[in-house]
Nanobody
């Protein structure tokens, strides 16, 4: 089992910023696509942003222009920089690693709460 370690969640006011991090084993990280999902209370888990091993990114429409996904292969870590946060961004955020051979692994989740 591949262990993903997430960090960076917390409570922030609307308009504020947070940065999430997800670390993975180096042997597999560099060849894998990475993504951030979120699940709000009572809702289905949804894709927020993804980045391929080559650095190509995509975002769900609701976060375009506010969130940025990036990866540091030297640190085996993927980041999600979240700016101009809104109350509707409140959710548990999960990191997902997808290997070239079709396996997926999930982090434990980190709570992001946007509230005044």
């Amino acid at each position: 089992q591949v262990q993903l370690v997430e960090s960076g969640g917390g409570l922030v006011q609307p308009g504020g910023s947070l940065r999430l991090s997800c670390a993975a084993p180096g042997s597999i990280f560099r060849m894998s696509s990475m993504a951030w999902y979120r699940q709000a209370s009572g809702k289905q888990r949804e894709l927020v942003a993804a980045i391929t091993s080559g650095g190509i990114t995509n975002y769900t429409d609701s976060v375009k222009g506010r969130f940025t996904i990036s990866r540091d292969n030297a640190k085996n870590t993927v980041y999600l920089q979240m700016n101009t946060l809104k109350t509707e961004d409140t959710a548990v955020y999960y990191c997902r690693l997808s290997t070239p051979w079709g396996n997926s692994h999930w982090g434990q989740g980190t709570q992001v709460t946007v509230s005044s």
